[in-house]
Structure formats: C-alpha cells, structure tokens
C-alpha cells in the first residue's frame, strides 16, 4: 500500500501538476493539505476518473484537507477532537481497507502559528496538545495508524539547510519541538528517519529568493506510524523531483509503503 502526503498549496492553481504526479507516482492513498477550496467546489471528477475515491475537509481560501484513496474508504470523521469551537478545516481521518491489513488514515495541515510569540503561536501549541490527545486514544485500538501531512516543524537543525535562521520562527522554536517530540515518544515511529539519515533532505523550498535554485529547503513534511504501522513499512521517500517542475506546490511529496 502507497501512501503519500502532499502539501498542494490550492488545488485551483495546482490541479494539473497534482494530476501529472498521481499519474506517475500512483500511490493508492493521497492525503492533501491547504487544498484552499469549500467541499463543494473541489474538483472531484478529476480524480474519480482515475480511479480515487474522494473526501475532503474544506474551507473557503485557506487551509482544507483531503484523501484520495483507490481502495475502499471507512469511516471518514472531519475536524480534530477536542475544541468545538474550531472551525479551521486541518484534520480528516479514515479507515483504509488493503489486502492484508486495514489502516487507519489521519491527514493534517497542523497550523505554522507565525508570528510568535502571539495568539497563532498558541493556537499551535493548543491544536498539538489535541493532537497528542488524539495520537493516545489512537494508539490504545492497537492498530496500524498513519498520521501523515505537513506538520509544520522542523524536528532537528539536520532537517533545515540554514538552521540558524529558523531559530525564533515557530516551525524550530524549542516549544514546537518539544511538543513534537512528545507525539513522537508516545510510541510512534517517524517514516522518514527509520528509513533515511543525514542531512540534506527536505520537503519544502520558499518560493521567494532562489531557495529550490539554492537547495535551501527544511523538511516539515511527516509520516508518523504506529507501532503496528511501523512494523509493515517497507520504504519511504521524497519526490523532490516534482518542486522543479512547472506551477510547483512550495512543498513535494513524501510517501510510504506498507505491506498492508
């Protein structure tokens, strides 16, 4: 089972370029952040003609989360536990049936919470401490669980190629972290780094100042696996080919494949 997690940065502007890669890469599943679209005006035929069933979790010009899954979805449920009063659309989860195992699917566009200090830094730091909440319930079912999308932190200087200059931002600041590394400790394996180690690998280039010219990228691009996900993985990679070409996402896309 491929699984990927792509970050598209508006789903009007990037329809093409996503089409093109689904096409090359075929992963079964895609999870998609900041497709930046109400539900009803995301452009589901596309997809569906290849084969993916498609739900999404949207909102008018800002942040929106998808999947698209050519095996059967279950189950799907919208919005992140734990504050009704949220109303930013940056959570969707669903069962997803594979020949060998089911998967439960969490897609997420966890908030940049810039500038901090201030009330988007608290937000972020809040919207974690639900998503810990969640990632615990989640590991007590004992089942194979991806939580996968653009976590907007950097884990470690390695994951930035100029790690000084993301020191005070929200993505690197030591809360940030912290909070991460608490999601991570509670049992749950980070996709990338059991496969993949050193520096120099990232999964989002600014568009602004040559950064994909100069490599000067971070990685804030994550797959997370439970213990019984971690146990199926068999590979996991960046298609950092696809951030040069025409009308690119900032961001590319990471996936994994599991023995499910």
Same mark, same amino acid.
């Given at each position: 089972?491929?699984?990927?997690?792509?970050?598209?940065?508006?789903?009007?502007?990037?329809?093409?370029?996503?089409?093109?890669?689904?096409?090359?890469?075929?992963?079964?599943?895609?999870?998609?952040? &900041?497709?930046?679209?109400? %539900? /009803?005006?995301?452009?589901?035929?596309?997809?569906?003609?290849?084969?993916?069933?498609?739900?999404?979790?949207?909102?008018?010009?800002?942040?929106?989360?998808?999947?698209?899954?050519?095996?059967?979805?279950?189950?799907?449920?919208?919005?992140?536990?734990? %504050?009704?009063?949220?109303?930013?659309?940056?959570?969707?989860? =669903?069962?997803?049936?594979?020949?060998?195992?089911?998967?439960?699917?969490?897609?997420?566009?966890?908030?940049?919470?810039?500038?901090?200090?201030?009330?988007?830094?608290?937000?972020?730091?809040?919207? $974690?401490?639900?998503?810990?909440?969640?990632?615990?319930?989640?590991?007590?079912?004992?089942?194979?669980?991806? $939580?996968?999308?653009?976590?907007?932190?950097?884990?470690? %200087?390695?994951?930035?190629?100029?790690? &000084?200059?993301?020191?005070?931002?929200?993505?690197?600041?030591?809360?940030? !972290?912290?909070?991460? !590394?608490?999601?991570?400790?509670?049992?749950?394996? /980070? =996709?990338?780094?059991?496969?993949?180690?050193?520096?120099?690998?990232?999964?989002?280039?600014?568009?602004?100042?040559?950064?994909?010219?100069?490599?000067?990228?971070? !990685?804030?691009?994550?797959?997370?696996?439970?213990?019984?996900?971690?146990?199926?993985?068999?590979?996991?990679?960046?298609?950092?080919?696809?951030?040069?070409?025409?009308?690119?996402?900032?961001?590319?896309?990471?996936?994994?494949?599991?023995? =499910?």
């Amino acid at each position: 089972m491929k699984i990927a997690t792509f970050n598209i940065n508006g789903i009007k502007a990037r329809h093409v370029a996503l089409c093109d890669w689904l096409d090359e890469s075929q992963p079964d599943v895609a999870l998609l952040q &900041e497709i930046k679209s109400v %539900d /009803e005006n995301f452009p589901r035929e596309l997809f569906e003609e290849r084969g993916y069933n498609v739900q999404t979790h949207g909102q008018k010009s800002f942040n929106g989360v998808a999947i698209l899954s050519k095996l059967p979805l279950e189950d799907v449920t919208r919005g992140l536990p734990g %504050d009704d009063a949220d109303e930013q659309a940056r959570w969707i989860e =669903a069962t997803v049936v594979g020949k060998a195992s089911a998967v439960r699917l969490c897609g997420l566009y966890l908030p940049n919470g810039n500038p901090c200090p201030g009330p988007k830094y608290d937000y972020k730091l809040a919207w $974690m401490a639900r998503m810990e909440a969640r990632a615990r319930a989640l590991l007590e079912e004992e089942i194979p669980v991806v $939580m996968a999308g653009d976590y907007n932190i950097i884990p470690q %200087d390695e994951d930035a190629a100029r790690p &000084e200059a993301w020191r005070e931002d929200a993505l690197a600041r030591p809360e940030s !972290r912290a909070a991460y !590394r608490r999601i991570l400790n509670l049992g749950f394996t /980070e =996709a990338f780094r059991a496969r993949v180690q050193g520096p120099e690998h990232y999964s989002f280039w600014d568009y602004q100042a040559g950064a994909w010219q100069r490599n000067d990228g971070i !990685r804030i691009d994550h797959l997370l696996l439970s213990p019984q996900a971690a146990d199926l993985l068999a590979d996991c990679r960046i298609d950092k080919e696809t951030r040069g070409r025409d009308k690119p996402s900032d961001h590319v896309p990471v996936w994994i494949e599991l023995a =499910a």
